[in-house]
């Protein structure tokens, strides 16, 4: 840790004992946290794999040695050579060439599903949290929604609708989409008696520009916390579909499906399983951290035993 | 001289880790002695708690750390102590009673078993005994029926009640030195008075030397022998009570002392503008649903009847859940009445549909108690002051001029408009919250305990602004307290209030010192240093000579 964000925070923590500055999420305190928690080495480790997997799947086709879905029967199952980096599977497609189309696939429904479940949740759960006659309704959805393993609703929307990325994406989406709500809806709750809220309200401001201007972005700081962690698990989730077969269609080269298919063939070449999963395993842990760590940082209760 | 029980000789705290070692409290000294009670007193921040914190060696639990100094308990240094010896000390020489009673007791224990715990360890009395010993002293704390009392929660009492548990739970083992951090400060005026009364006598009994922390100049004009005024972590002036009281030394204490607010109502001119808002009738009841029979009614306000005339400031004066805040967000309509009648420029706001309303909201304002939460702190100080403006559909350069103006009026300076809420002190957020209020020009102002928050000296400032405020732009303010004091100062006419009813109302002076109701005398009674008159450094003769004013 740098020696001038040291001052920094010991400035900080100078002046809130002088002002006797309570529990009131002031803006400083997490952007100086946020510096430390995310200076950490780990935290450097993630981001910096992170960013390499998102350049990977920007940069797909020109890292690519091929294509992936390209069928070669004379070059089946082979071992990691020059032409095949990582070899081939069991109908000669490149393996390197597959993992790296795949890191798209990966983030793309990571990225759709945790984005589409920020944005529903935090819509319904702002409606819960504010009408409270609405309230009960929307909550009592969610609970159905939560009742169900979120795996098995997710085949039973595949099987439903038909395998693609859009489905899958969205079979994923809707079982997050309550731990969303309920978060929002929380923070809404909370924030709608204070006092700056009224004072809002007697000041003649309406209602969507109540909602905008001070209860919503109260919801931010959690939102991305939760975010990141749907990302993870929306990853794995495709990863476990594709694995049990009832995810993308199989010509899509995804890592759930590429070991999917490496399965028949693992005690012979278990690099046909071992090579995606060592990438998904990387994100996912990556991600993880990461979200711990913004968690951390944006978490109020932990910026005041700074 | 009797003997020093505690003596603090050139104690200093820092913060740990601190590479600037800031000291929070420097170079403090003084003594208690036995049966004698000092009361330490500073505004927040000023590192009262903190010197309490560390004579029980409570300090590393805070993040700060006693650097210099020593304590001394029976001329035993405590910060030199082992861990062990401390919580020996702590029981049976030592003991702190605390603000938050309610926090300071186990919530899933009964009282009775909390209070044992302390015999329990520190005695080697058996079962029969210690609940013998624990029940004569629930008794000597004044509690009835302490064999059904011993088994309560904490939940099933009252504050007073709590705070008078916490009491016995830190004198069971008659320590030599009691400690209370503002033992009275979240309790109503009346428990307040009678939780004096009880540490006083107990005191007395046990010959205990009491270290009393307190922000209120009443309470230590009540009880002091001695006072030990702090401020920005240092001792600012040591004294009898009498000397401090009437003679102060340096000018902090000086300015702390006239800053006070005294019973003395002051002479105002009868104000008779048009009147602005018109309360008849106003009622306001909750229903408690349950899950089986029928729900049970609970009144939180009924048949309120008040007027406020321009220019004028009426006070709603009350103990907690007397009604006053109800009534209060009832005329604001951040509740829905359920009867009655909220004239304002002859609309009733009581029963006005949502869309007219938003339009009226410009015409009446509220103040709220919580400084640090009354703004929104995302938002610039100038966004706030002048999202009323926007709303009304003022132009956001012209609303953004407007606001500096306000912020003059308020005596900030105009050009903080792009700071945020955290960067301002308590006093400095009301005054914005102020001038917020005042940006749409509204005929009425609700000031919701809106200077209970804050010291003294910036609650004398802000009734200050509110008084220049009434006098140039001639707003009617309702003006909402617990402390009669606070209402003396500032209203014109004092409206009494008691479990959800009006009991008494009329012209300020008349109804502090002639006042007809019971209750209203029983405020007066129990407020805290009634027989002082802090602005003039001088002890009231008698309460006649009030009136005679």
Same mark, same amino acid.
């Given at each position: 840790?740098?020696?001038?964000?040291?001052?920094?925070?010991?400035?900080?923590?100078?002046?809130?004992?002088?002002?006797?500055?309570?529990?009131?999420?002031?803006?400083?305190?997490?952007? *100086?946290?946020?510096?430390?928690?995310?200076?950490?080495?780990? @935290?450097?480790?993630?981001?910096?794999?992170?960013?390499?997997?998102?350049?990977?799947?920007?940069?797909?086709?020109?890292?690519?040695?091929?294509?992936?879905?390209?069928?070669?029967?004379?070059?089946?199952?082979?071992?990691?050579?020059?032409?095949?980096?990582?070899?081939?599977?069991?109908?000669?497609?490149?393996?390197?060439?597959?993992?790296?189309?795949?890191?798209?696939?990966?983030?793309?429904?990571?990225?759709?599903?945790?984005?589409? #479940?920020? *944005?529903?949740?935090?819509?319904?759960?702002?409606?819960?949290?504010?009408?409270?006659?609405?309230?009960?309704?929307?909550?009592?959805?969610?609970?159905?929604?939560?009742?169900?393993?979120?795996?098995?609703?997710?085949?039973?929307?595949?099987?439903?609708?038909?395998?693609?990325?859009?489905?899958?994406?969205?079979?994923?989406?809707? $079982?997050?989409?309550?731990?969303?709500?309920?978060?929002?809806?929380?923070?809404?709750?909370?924030?709608?008696?204070?006092?700056?809220?009224?004072?809002?309200?007697?000041?003649?401001?309406?209602?969507?520009?109540?909602?905008?201007?001070?209860?919503? $972005?109260?919801?931010?700081?959690?939102?991305?916390?939760?975010?990141?962690?749907?990302?993870?698990?929306?990853?794995?989730?495709?990863?476990?579909?594709?694995?049990?077969?009832?995810?993308?269609?199989?010509?899509?080269? #995804?890592?759930?499906?590429?070991?999917?298919?490496?399965?028949?063939?693992?005690?012979?070449?278990?690099?046909?399983?071992?090579?995606?999963?060592?990438?998904?395993?990387?994100?996912?842990?990556?991600?993880?951290?990461?979200?711990?760590?913004?968690?951390?940082?944006?978490?109020?209760?932990?910026?005041?035993?700074? | 001289?009797?003997?020093?029980?505690?003596?603090?000789?050139?104690?200093?705290?820092?913060?740990?880790?601190?590479?600037?070692?800031?000291?929070?409290?420097?170079?403090?000294?003084?003594?208690?002695?036995?049966?004698?009670?000092?009361?330490?007193?500073?505004?927040?921040?000023?590192?009262?708690?903190?010197?309490?914190?560390?004579?029980?060696?409570?300090?590393?639990?805070?993040?700060?750390?006693?650097?210099?100094?020593?304590?001394?308990?029976?001329?035993?240094?405590?910060?030199?102590?082992?861990?062990?010896?401390?919580?020996?000390?702590?029981?049976?020489?030592?003991?702190?009673?605390?603000?938050?009673?309610?926090?300071?007791?186990? $919530?899933?224990?009964?009282?009775?078993?909390?209070?044992?715990?302390?015999?329990?360890?520190?005695?080697?009395?058996?079962?029969?005994?210690?609940?013998?010993?624990?029940?004569?002293?629930?008794?000597?704390?004044?509690?009835?029926?302490?064999?059904?009392?011993?088994?309560?929660?904490?939940?099933?009492?009252?504050?007073?009640?709590?705070?008078?548990?916490?009491?016995?739970?830190?004198?069971?083992?008659?320590?030599?030195?009691?400690?209370?951090?503002?033992?009275?400060?979240?309790?109503?005026?009346?428990?307040?008075?009678?939780?004096?009364?009880?540490?006083?006598?107990?005191?007395?009994?046990?010959?205990?030397?009491?270290?009393?922390?307190?922000?209120?100049?009443? *309470?230590?004009?009540?009880?002091?022998?001695?006072? @030990?005024?702090?401020?920005?972590?240092?001792?600012?002036?040591?004294?009898?009570?009498?000397?401090?009281?009437?003679?102060?030394?340096? #000018?902090?204490?000086?300015?702390?002392?006239?800053?006070?607010?005294?019973?003395?109502?002051?002479?105002?001119?009868?104000?008779?503008?048009?009147?602005?808002?018109?309360?008849?009738?106003?009622?306001?009841?909750?229903?408690?649903?349950?899950?089986?029979?029928?729900?049970?009614?609970?009144?939180?306000?009924?048949? @309120?009847?008040?007027?406020?005339?321009?220019?004028?400031?009426?006070?709603?004066?009350?103990?907690?859940?007397?009604?006053?805040?109800?009534?209060?967000?009832?005329?604001?309509?951040?509740?829905?009445?359920?009867?009655?009648?909220?004239?304002?420029?002859?609309?009733?706001?009581?029963?006005?549909?949502?869309?007219?309303?938003?339009?009226?909201?410009?015409?009446?304002?509220?103040?709220?108690?919580?400084?640090?939460?009354?703004?929104?702190?995302?938002?610039?100080?100038?966004?706030?002051?002048?999202?009323?403006?926007?709303?009304?559909?003022?132009?956001?350069?012209?609303?953004?001029?407007?606001? #500096?103006?306000?912020?003059?009026?308020?005596?900030?300076?105009?050009?903080?408009?792009?700071?945020?809420?955290?960067?301002?002190?308590?006093?400095?957020?009301?005054?914005?919250?102020?001038?917020?209020?005042?940006?749409?020009?509204?005929?009425?102002?609700?000031?919701?305990?809106?200077?209970?928050?804050?010291?003294?000296?910036?609650?004398?400032?802000?009734?200050?602004?509110?008084?220049?405020?009434?006098?140039?732009?001639?707003?009617?303010?309702?003006?909402?307290?617990?402390?009669?004091?606070?209402?003396?100062?500032?209203?014109?006419?004092?409206?009494?209030?008691?479990?959800?009813?009006? @009991?008494?109302?009329?012209?300020?002076?008349?109804?502090?010192?002639? $006042?007809?109701?019971?209750?209203?005398?029983?405020?007066?009674?129990?407020?805290?240093?009634?027989?002082?008159?802090?602005?003039?450094?001088?002890?009231?003769?008698?309460?006649?000579?009030?009136?005679?004013?």
């Amino acid at each position: 840790m740098s020696e001038d964000v040291e001052r920094s925070i010991f400035a900080l923590v100078d002046s809130s004992l002088e002002t006797q500055v309570s529990v009131e999420p002031s803006r400083l305190v997490p952007l *100086v946290h946020l510096r430390r928690t995310l200076g950490a080495p780990p @935290v450097l480790m993630a981001l910096a794999l992170l960013a390499i997997i998102a350049l990977i799947a920007i940069f797909a086709p020109l890292l690519a040695t091929g294509n992936p879905i390209a069928i070669d029967p004379s070059a089946r199952l082979q071992h990691a050579s020059s032409a095949h980096w990582l070899g081939t599977d069991a109908f000669g497609r490149d393996m390197y060439t597959r993992i790296i189309y795949g890191s798209r696939i990966s983030l793309l429904v990571g990225l759709g599903a945790s984005l589409t #479940s920020v *944005v529903l949740g935090l819509l319904m759960g702002t409606i819960a949290g504010y009408f409270r006659l609405l309230d009960s309704l929307i909550m009592r959805i969610m609970d159905g929604v939560m009742a169900i393993p979120g795996i098995l609703l997710a085949i039973a929307l595949v099987t439903l609708s038909g395998a693609s990325l859009l489905t899958v994406v969205v079979a994923i989406t809707i $079982p997050e989409i309550p731990r969303v709500v309920r978060l929002v809806r929380s923070v809404i709750l909370g924030v709608r008696n204070e006092p700056y809220v009224e004072a809002a309200i007697a000041l003649g401001t309406p209602l969507p520009a109540l909602l905008l201007r001070h209860m919503v $972005p109260n919801t931010v700081a959690p939102l991305i916390v939760q975010g990141t962690f749907v990302f993870a698990s929306a990853m794995l989730t495709e990863a476990g579909m594709g694995f049990l077969g009832v995810g993308l269609p199989p010509e899509i080269p #995804s890592w759930g499906n590429i070991m999917a298919e490496g399965r028949t063939y693992f005690q012979l070449m278990p690099g046909l399983i071992l090579y995606a999963g060592v990438f998904l395993a990387l994100t996912v842990l990556s991600i993880n951290v990461l979200g711990d760590a913004l968690r951390d940082a944006l978490d109020p209760t932990l910026s005041r035993k700074l | 001289m009797s003997f020093a029980v505690l003596q603090v000789e050139d104690l200093s705290v820092s913060l740990t880790g601190s590479p600037a070692l800031r000291k929070v409290v420097d170079g403090v000294s003084f003594e208690v002695r036995m049966g004698e009670t000092v009361c330490l007193v500073g505004e927040s921040g000023s590192g009262k708690s903190v010197t309490a914190l560390s004579v029980m060696g409570l300090l590393s639990r805070t993040g700060l750390a006693t650097s210099e100094g020593r304590v001394l308990v029976d001329n035993e240094n405590v910060l030199e102590a082992s861990e062990r010896r401390v919580r020996e000390l702590r029981a049976t020489r030592m003991a702190m009673v605390f603000q938050e009673p309610m926090t300071a007791l186990n $919530p899933v224990q009964s009282v009775g078993r909390q209070i044992d715990e302390v015999l329990r360890v520190h005695s080697k009395l058996n079962g029969v005994e210690r609940r013998e010993r624990v029940l004569a002293m629930l008794d000597s704390v004044h509690l009835a029926n302490v064999t059904k009392l011993y088994d309560t929660y904490p939940h099933e009492l009252s504050g007073g009640q709590r705070q008078r548990i916490v009491i016995s739970m830190a004198l069971i083992l008659e320590p030599r030195l009691l400690i209370a951090d503002e033992p009275t400060t979240a309790l109503d005026v009346t428990t307040q008075n009678q939780i004096l009364l009880l540490i006083r006598e107990l005191q007395e009994k046990q010959n205990t030397a009491v270290l009393l922390i307190t922000h209120d100049f009443g *309470v230590v004009a009540e009880v002091a022998k001695r006072i @030990v005024v702090m401020r920005n972590g240092r001792v600012v002036e040591i004294g009898e009570r009498a000397e401090i009281l009437t003679r102060p030394r340096e #000018s902090y204490t000086r300015l702390l002392v006239s800053s006070v607010p005294s019973l003395i109502p002051k002479q105002r001119a009868r104000v008779s503008g048009e009147t602005i808002l018109d309360v008849r009738g106003l009622a306001k009841t909750y229903v408690e649903r349950r899950l089986f029979g029928g729900g049970r009614i609970v009144t939180a306000a009924e048949d @309120v009847n008040l007027t406020v005339r321009r220019g004028e400031i009426v006070g709603i004066v009350g103990e907690s859940g007397s009604g006053k805040s109800t009534v209060a967000r009832c005329i604001v309509r951040l509740i829905d009445p359920t009867a009655g009648v909220v004239s304002i420029r002859g609309e009733d706001i009581a029963r006005v549909a949502r869309r007219p309303l938003r339009r009226l909201r410009q015409h009446f304002q509220i103040v709220f108690q919580d400084p640090y939460r009354s703004l929104n702190p995302r938002r610039t100080v100038g966004d706030s002051i002048v999202e009323g403006l926007i709303n009304f559909g003022m132009a956001r350069s012209e609303a953004m001029v407007r606001g #500096s103006e306000l912020l003059r009026t308020v005596g900030l300076d105009s050009d903080v408009m792009g700071r945020y809420p955290h960067q301002f002190s308590g006093g400095q957020r009301q005054r914005i919250c102020i001038a917020r209020a005042l940006a749409l020009e509204p005929d009425l102002l609700i000031a919701d305990e809106a200077v209970s928050a804050l010291d003294v000296s910036v609650q004398a400032q802000v009734l200050k602004l509110l008084e220049d405020i009434r006098a140039v732009t001639g707003v009617g303010v309702l003006f909402i307290t617990h402390d009669l004091r606070v209402a003396a100062q500032i209203c014109d006419t004092i409206v009494v209030m008691q479990n959800g009813c009006i @009991v008494e109302s009329g012209v300020a002076a008349t109804v502090l010192t002639a $006042p007809q109701h019971d209750y209203t005398r029983l405020l007066i009674d129990a407020a805290p240093g009634r027989n002082w008159d802090f602005q003039n450094f001088k002890p009231i003769e008698s309460t006649a000579s009030i009136a005679a004013r």
